[in-house]
């Protein structure tokens, strides 16, 4: 045993030292005539083209600001594990992409841990105008202990759900879909659509968590936006959450839901008849849940738009801890922020090889674009991206008034210390992960199921991670 364990040991330290050698990094390099190369991991599907974009980036980096850039991609798969490892060996990296949602390299856990450096210094000094590109709202929600460790990616600051209407039978019954946004108001017409088209009407996944306005600063645990917005509290043993599912499970009673909803991804849509679903999206987005669901669709908003600490760090790039160069990280960041030819080159690729312009800021794909089709919040602002064939000519303009009237949580800037609780959060998911699927889909009945989920989430700690997390609050507040 103590041999396999040995073997898993030298297995992962071999594994990081590819990682780090393959990319050449271990050390920045400065060439003769001193300009600095900086490090920069991202993730994604890794690119056919990215050594021919990365070399048009120098070229233009080198020549404006004195500074190269090696970017290395890391598959979906492999990201969170890989750069865990780099930040646990203590390994220099300049700069890398992290995100509230991701698992271990998560934005709070690796800033609080010493992996992220912390930036709020160069902020207010040398890179003010970084600062001052960003939405206020994104620099609160990036705030630990009133630090800053991260630039969030300008894109939408919250995280709102919608319904999703199948345009086809909106148009066929003629719906009403924009006065549509509670269940209430939904009710009727999956009645309607049940009877005449003889179909599960509502799709829904094992996803679907009947969302409420409720800002959930750990696990489950956070602040009730509909109530007491001072005290801390549990999403699912709140009045507004048993009122949901207390109507979804009559909605599956009545066949208005797919029977395997509590198992059933929500990829698995393509292909089935369907009048609603729902998802997490912006207000820019619509043409992406089409590609999504495979058909043509109409949205209407179920929630408010607030921003919590968790949406506006939905994605950014931090400077490593131990980054030997971090003046020039973070002036790259602000060109990355602040120049549309940087931010264009990064996002879409080269210029007459990956696409074309049709006037000023609109550009079509030509067809190796399909070689360079990285996720833009990869890199900065979407303020500066040039418009893309089918967008709207006014979408950034959209896009600044969703984030410029977006409602800040009473929480936003408050981040959670777990240290004391973390055994009783780790058993409170697991409570969570028994129950949540088959209450939220009203699979199940819902008042006899929280009353055991509620026992069982006492037991695993629920309490004291109310406790410690009201305590901190009102520590923060003051």
């Known amino acids: 045993m103590i041999k396999g364990k040995k073997v898993i040991g030298i297995a992962l330290l071999l594994s990081l030292f590819l990682l780090v050698a393959a990319c050449g990094k271990k050390e920045d390099k400065q060439d003769a005539s001193g300009t600095v190369n900086l490090t920069w991991y991202m993730t994604g599907i890794p690119q056919k083209d990215i050594d021919k974009v990365n070399d ?40 890398a992409f992290t995100a509230s ?28 105008k970084l600062k001052a590109t960003l939405d206020e709202k994104f620099w609160q ?66 996803g679907y968590k009947n969302p409420y306005e409720f800002d959930e600063l750990n696990t489950s645990v956070g602040i009730n936006l509909e109530g ?23 909605f599956m009673e009545a066949g208005y839901i797919n029977e395997n909803a509590a198992l059933a991804k929500q990829t698995d849509i393509v292909g089935k008849d369907w009048f609603v679903t729902s998802t997490v999206m912006g207000p820019l987005d619509t043409a992406t849940v089409e590609d999504q669901v495979k058909k043509e669709v109409v ?33 790259l960041l602000e060109a990355v922020n602040t120049d ?3 931010m264009n080159l990064l996002a ?19 067809d190796a674009h399909s070689n360079y089709t990285t996720p833009y919040y990869m890199f900065g602002s979407y303020f500066n991206l040039y418009h893309a064939e089918g967008a709207q000519v006014d979408e950034w303009e959209i896009l600044k008034e969703y984030n410029a009237t977006a409602t800040p949580s009473p929480a936003l800037g408050f981040n959670f210390d777990t240290t004391s609780v973390s055994t009783q959060i780790a058993a409170l ?46 520590k923060w507040k003051k």
């Open 228 to 250: 007491d917005q001072n005290k801390i509290t549990d999403y699912y043993f709140e009045a507004p959450y048993l009122e949901r599912v207390k109507n979804v499970r009559k």
């Open 348 to 366: 879409y690729g080269i210029e007459g090889t990956h696409y074309e312009k049709t006037g000023d800021d609109t550009i079509k794909w030509l």
């Open 141 to 206: 929600g990036a705030e630990i202990d009133g630090q800053v460790y991260v630039v969030p990616t300008q894109k939408e600051i919250a995280a709102t759900e919608f319904f999703v209407f199948n345009k086809e039978l909106v148009d066929k019954y003629q719906v009403p879909y924009e006065d549509i946004k509670t269940y209430a108001d939904l009710e009727p017409w999956l009645k309607k659509i049940k009877e005449e088209e003889d179909i599960f009407p509502w799709y829904m996944s094992e």
């Open 299 to 331: 949205v209407t908003q179920m929630t408010d738009s607030i921003v919590t600490n968790a949406s506006a760090v939905g994605a950014g790039t931090v400077v490593g801890a131990n980054s030997d160069h971090p003046e020039e990280a973070m002036k």
């Open 429 to 474: 998911n697991n409570v969570q992960e028994e129950f949540k699927n088959l209450i939220n889909t009203g699979s199940v009945d819902p008042e006899e199921n929280l009353k055991k989920m509620e026992t069982k989430m006492k037991a695993a700690g629920l309490d004291e991670v109310i406790k410690e997390m009201q305590s901190q609050y009102d």
């Open 101 to 128: 949602w991701l698992g271990g390299f998560n934005y709070l856990t690796n800033a609080r841990k010493g992996g992220f450096l912390d930036i709020t210094e160069y902020l207010d000094g040398d890179n003010s």
């Open 340 to 342: 549309p030819v940087l």
């Open 56 to 95: 048009a980036v120098n070229d233009y980096t080198k020549e404006k600001y004195n500074l190269t850039v090696t970017l290395n991609q890391i598959d979906w798969g492999e990201y969170d594990q890989k750069m865990s490892a780099l930040v646990n060996a203590g390994e220099t990296f300049d700069l």
